[in-house]
């Protein structure tokens, strides 16, 4: 068996978990228990799940908005990001940054940045420090096919290439800026630009687990060998809006019906592993009930919990002042 | 019995916080699954359908197409059975009781007073009078070192503070001003501010640009102010002959009228003269401002049998042949005599150190026309009766003309003001500091007086000796007034 | 030109410039504590070309022979590219480094203002206190050298406006050394503010190394009769003006709170509570400049005192002109601060 049952159980049990987060973030958001504006990853667990599986708390991820997905599969703790993103008090932020700005200094999680192209420059930021301090360590930017546009993004890869960083850029291409589509926004193609700048660039299936764990597990030592920055083009679909609420009539007709049926990573997975006889549905159900049982209760808790305290709205400003 | 579930109006984005039901696709009595689309709702942004979470027969439609609910609102129930009437109303019930979504999702930030995470400013309080700090403040080691604010360090230098004795709690731990007014507090003392100067400050800057009427360029030209210390009130924002001259008012550039010289107007028919004070009416409305706000005046009157006193002076008059000696120049001896007896009298006070002297110098107020003036004779106690008298008059001329010198100015330990020559009975004066007395006199008068338990007429002067509270009693002053009318009544007293 | 008499250094220190002062201070803070790391455009200077290896040293000298003595490792040459330099300098703050990145011209701020204010301003609030972003942004400032519009701005408002954010903008070169070695220390982003005007102006300056805290104004001169505050170039315009005021009897504090976030606003209300007048000198634009926000400080918080309405003496609303004697027009001259404080003094 090419692959640990170890790997495959954290696989599925992560990407289910993000699944089910989302979708209970949904719920909740609708039932009006999260303030602000929520972007849903579910559709495009396998890329972030194959990405970070490779990492460590020492590696460093920057996301963007649509940020749970990536801090999961980081290892964050789910109940404190539940916490933050209802906004009370204990949350991952204690409460100040919202599902936007959700980050986890100490997983190596550098945050969601609610700018979009906001997250390349500032991990070039976390590859410098790698490569200067002498660290084995690789930095990881998510960028989507809308951020491929903007002109940060251009001279983070631009420098990155410069500078020979370990920046390893992982664009998940769901094909939607929003409500504009790539085939309309992006001229040209994005593993194309990325190449452009003299970096190497694979295109890969994001809905398949595997394929983005290999490429992911090639450009990753390519970067901790210290051989620059490295890319990947992941082609996903989300299925929610690019918020919450968002009625999607940029859809077309059936569209999100054939994509549930068709490009569903988790249903992929699970029909490759069963038939290679690595895992039976009985497993994949318990880690289906495992993840549901433990969203639960970090739900209940977030519900529960009170809100942040008057006073942290002063704190936290600077380190001394 | 059946499990009833609801369909709710949901919350789709940040903003919306109801909808209208605008088309429902489904009817009492149909089967469902989680997904299905329920009804339409339209909000100000968007119209959408809401789907169902779960599967069921819809049991009851909670509302009409048009009907608006707030988020949270149900829209129909769901059963996976049958269900009552009584049993939907039931779960409906039981489901209101229960909290609602939280109304508050999005909650307004705490409003808060003080944002500033600086230091917060302190607020300013007018400086009060000085009094003097204990030198509990002042003694300590050498204070350079100890951090504090520019301005505080300046002000505990003016104050006499040694800093090692303040606590800190500026910024960074340094003494600020704020900080020796609560060290300060600490002693019952208060701190004392440097006073802010007024300024007449001509300016040199080249004026040729400036926009001014012709004629208050040549009057400004004339009058030598510079157009720059002018304010702007003519027509288009130009300086006006007006403006030249309130400037060269405030500089003194002007020679007439000058602000003291009366102005007339006629209103209405009746003549006002109205002037600005100048000169020694400016001074003395100073000073008996000051000492009226400053001095706590009390008065000891005494009525004086001056028949005695009245034939001493016919005696000396009768002998002396240069000088012809007054009531007054007899009152001026008995006073010296008196303050003799009653050192605590003789005395000056500038607020805070008391002066007592031996030497007795009088300031007797002469009417002069400016104003009354206050001129000292000095040394009174050895000064001979013509002497006295001799001395008063040119003191007195002198005062009217302006040739006072300094010492006869400012050294008067006692001051008499006497109004006899009016006829009047009696009057309080005030004290010119910083004598701690005056005393005021009025005139001889034929009044009923009893003598050897007889009823006869009598010459009678009335005393009032006004006194600073501060430094000299009741009793200090009873006691000089009993001794001065002892002496005038017997004036052969002054001889011991 | 020297600043005799404007701060703490005494006469046995030598005399250098504020571009010597703060050349020194990196050199000696990169000695010191090797995850200082210097990023910008010519830093170093001739990267990719075949001349020399420190081509430039910074386009005003500020950062010579940090290259050949640490290496390109540590003195990073970058393409212009400023949200990529900065952004850079706020993802390695926050992950162990303390990177000094140079803006060349505090103008170009609108290229990259999405990664000084949404990104390392926000930073540690945003996520509760766990970031941690020790970086310093030097930009050189202002107009006086006819640059132009878009190289001579003064955005010392715009910056002091952002929480989160630390703007130091030193008068001087004992100064500029002292709070430059305090912002690389600092754990917070600092923007670091020098005006073209001062880079070669000199005053005593100690060779050892030491620090000025940020948050505590220094008091050029001293007197009770008018507070002036001034700040950046203006500072040197202020004593000039303070110093002919004193010799005809008229004595000013003159105030520079060398940082404007944090701001000493104890130590200039402290000032005018004595004096009972201000003016203060700022080289921005009126609207929202940095005058506007102090005369507002102590108009709330010293009424009482005020026995003048305050003065500004502000560029004009405006950007910068090019021609020499509109530019001169522009800032605010000797001759302006002397008449505002006659103002105030005579109020008319």
């Known amino acids: 068996m090419k692959y640990s049952k170890q790997l495959l159980v954290e696989a599925y049990k992560t990407m289910t978990t993000i699944r089910q987060f989302e979708e209970r973030m949904i719920k909740e958001f609708m039932a009006g228990n999260i303030p602000g504006f929520v972007h849903t990853y579910d559709g495009q667990e396998a890329v972030g799940v194959g990405v970070c599986m490779h990492l460590s708390d020492e590696d460093i991820i920057g996301s963007t908005h649509r940020g749970h997905g990536h801090c999961i599969a980081k290892g964050c703790d789910i109940e404190l990001m539940i916490l933050e993103i209802m906004g009370k008090s204990g949350g991952l932020c204690k409460g100040k940054g919202g599902s936007m700005h959700i980050a986890d200094m100490d997983k190596g999680m550098l945050g969601a940045n609610a700018i979009v192209g906001g997250g390349p420059p500032l991990v070039n930021g976390a590859a410098l420090s790698m490569k200067t301090l002498g660290k084995p360590d690789v930095a990881v930017s998510f960028s989507g096919d809308g951020s491929s546009n903007q002109g940060t993004v251009m001279e983070a890869l631009n420098l990155a290439g410069v500078l020979d960083l370990p920046h390893f850029f992982v664009f998940e291409n769901n094909h939607l800026a929003e409500g504009t589509g790539d085939e309309y926004a992006v001229s040209g193609g994005i593993a194309e630009r990325v190449r452009a700048f003299d970096i190497p660039c694979d295109k890969v299936d994001g809905t398949d687990f595997f394929a983005v764990y290999e490429a992911s597990k090639k450009a990753i030592k390519h970067c901790r060998s210290g051989k620059g920055p490295y890319g990947i083009e992941a082609d996903v679909i989300r299925y929610d809006g690019h918020f919450i609420g968002d009625p999607q009539a940029y859809r077309g007709e059936g569209e999100l019906e054939y994509l549930r049926e068709h490009k569903d990573c988790l249903k992929i997975f699970r029909a490759r592993v069963t038939s290679e006889g690595w895992m039976s549905d009985t497993e994949l159900d318990e880690l289906d009930q495992h993840a549901a049982d433990a969203i639960e209760k970090g739900v209940q808790r977030g519900l529960a919990a009170p809100q942040p305290s008057a006073d942290e709205l002063y704190s936290d400003v600077y380190s001394s002042y | ?496 | 030109m020297s600043n005799a008499g404007i701060s703490a250094g005494n006469q046995n220190h030598p005399i250098k410039t504020v571009r010597e002062a703060i050349n020194e201070a990196l050199h000696q803070e990169m000695e010191r504590d090797p995850t200082v790391i210097i990023l910008g455009e010519e830093v170093a200077g001739g990267a990719g070309c075949k001349g020399s290896d420190e081509a430039y040293g910074g386009v005003f000298g500020l950062t010579k022979g940090l290259g050949p003595r640490f290496g390109r490792g540590r003195v990073i040459d970058t393409p212009i590219t400023e949200s990529a330099i900065i952004g850079a300098a706020a993802g390695a703050a926050n992950t162990g480094l303390r990177p000094v990145a140079e803006l060349m011209f505090v103008d170009f701020i609108g290229v990259c203002f999405d990664q000084i204010f949404n990104q390392a301003a926000k930073f540690r609030y945003m996520f509760g206190g766990k970031a941690t972003t020790p970086m310093v942004i030097r930009a050189t400032a202002g107009a006086g050298l006819r640059a132009a519009a878009q190289h001579s701005s003064m955005l010392h408002p715009v910056l002091t406006h952002m929480p989160g954010l630390k703007v130091v903008m030193p008068s001087n070169a004992y100064d500029a050394k002292g709070l430059m070695i305090q912002a690389i220390r600092d754990n917070d982003p600092v923007c670091f503010l020098e005006h073209k005007l001062l880079y070669e102006t000199s005053c005593p300056v100690p060779d050892e190394i030491y620090t000025i805290p940020f948050g505590e104004a220094a008091f050029c001169r001293e007197g009770s009769d008018c507070t002036i505050v001034a700040m950046g170039a203006m500072v040197p315009r202020a004593i000039l003006v303070a110093d002919k005021l004193a010799a005809e009897g008229i004595h000013c504090d003159v105030i520079d709170p060398r940082t404007t976030s944090p701001l000493d606003s104890e130590a200039i209300l402290e000032s005018v509570e004595v004096s009972g007048r201000l003016v203060v000198v700022d080289e921005a634009n009126p609207r929202c400049s940095v005058a506007a926000d102090i005369s507002s400080i102590v108009a709330e918080h010293a009424f009482s005192a005020l026995r003048a309405p305050i003065k500004c003496v502000t560029a004009p609303h405006t950007p910068v002109p090019f021609a020499p004697n509109l530019e001169d027009a522009y800032m605010p001259s000797e001759a302006r601060i002397e008449q505002a404080v006659r103002d105030v003094l005579g109020a008319r």
């Open chain 2, 1 to 496: 019995m059946a499990n009833l579930t609801c369909v709710v109006m949901p919350k789709w984005g940040m903003e919306m916080t109801e909808g209208e039901l605008a088309e429902w696709h489904v009817a009492v009595g149909e089967a469902v699954n989680a997904g299905s689309d329920i009804v339409d709702v339209e909000t100000a942004k968007i119209v959408n359908t809401v789907t169902s979470n779960d599967a069921g027969t819809v049991a009851r439609l909670c509302a009409a197409v048009g009907d608006i609910l707030p988020v949270g609102g149900v829209l129909a129930v769901l059963a996976d059975g049958d269900a009552s009437e009584d049993e939907i109303d039931a779960f409906l019930a039981g489901r209101a009781g229960s909290a609602a979504p939280d109304a508050a999702v999005d909650p307004q930030p705490v409003a808060n007073t003080e944002p500033s995470t600086e230091t917060s400013p302190p607020s300013v309080t007018p400086p009060a009078p000085p009094q003097s700090l204990t030198t509990s403040l002042s003694e300590g080691p050498d204070d350079s070192q100890v951090a504090a604010s520019p301005v505080a360090r300046r002000v505990a230098a003016v104050n006499g503070i040694n800093l090692s004795n303040v606590v800190g709690t500026g910024r960074h731990g340094r003494v600020s001003l704020e900080d020796l007014r609560q060290a300060a507090a600490g002693v019952g003392a208060v701190i004392e501010m440097p006073t802010p100067r007024e300024f007449a400050l001509a300016s040199s800057q080249d004026d040729s640009g400036l926009k001014v009427t012709p004629v208050a360029r040549r009057l400004a030209a004339s009058l030598g102010v510079n157009l720059n210390d002018c304010r702007q009130t003519g027509r288009h924002g130009r300086i006006s002959k007006a403006d030249v001259e309130v400037a060269a008012t405030r500089l003194n550039l002007l020679s007439a009228p000058s602000p003291g010289s009366p102005v007339s107007r006629t209103k209405g028919g009746a003549q006002v003269t109205s002037q600005g004070l100048t000169g020694a009416r400016r001074a003395i409305a100073g000073a008996v401002s000051k000492a009226k706000q400053e001095v706590p005046h009390f008065r000891v009157n005494v009525d004086v049998d001056m028949s005695a006193a009245m034939s001493l002076r016919k005696q000396l008059n009768n002998r002396l042949t240069d000088a012809k000696v007054s009531l007054n120049d007899i009152l001026l001896k008995a006073c010296a005599a008196a303050l003799a007896d009653n050192p605590r009298i003789n005395a000056r006070f500038d607020g805070e150190t008391l002066e007592h002297h031996t030497q007795v110098n009088i300031a007797s107020a002469v009417a002069t026309d400016n104003g009354v003036l206050m001129p000292v004779l000095q040394n009174v106690g050895s000064m001979g009766w013509a002497d006295v008298s001799i001395a008063m008059r040119d003191l007195a001329a002198r005062a009217k003309t302006g040739q006072l010198s300094a010492d006869e100015m400012t050294t008067a330990t006692f001051s008499v003001s006497n109004l006899g020559m009016f006829g009047i009975d009696s009057f309080d004066a005030i004290i010119n500091q910083p004598a701690v007395t005056i005393l005021a006199v009025g005139a001889a008068q034929e009044r009923p007086v009893v003598r050897d338990g007889q009823l006869v007429i009598g010459s009678v002067m009335s005393l009032s000796l006004a006194s600073d509270h501060r430094v000299v009693d009741g009793a200090d002053a009873a006691r000089f007034m009993a001794d001065l009318r002892a002496l005038l009544e017997e004036p052969a007293l002054m001889l011991m």
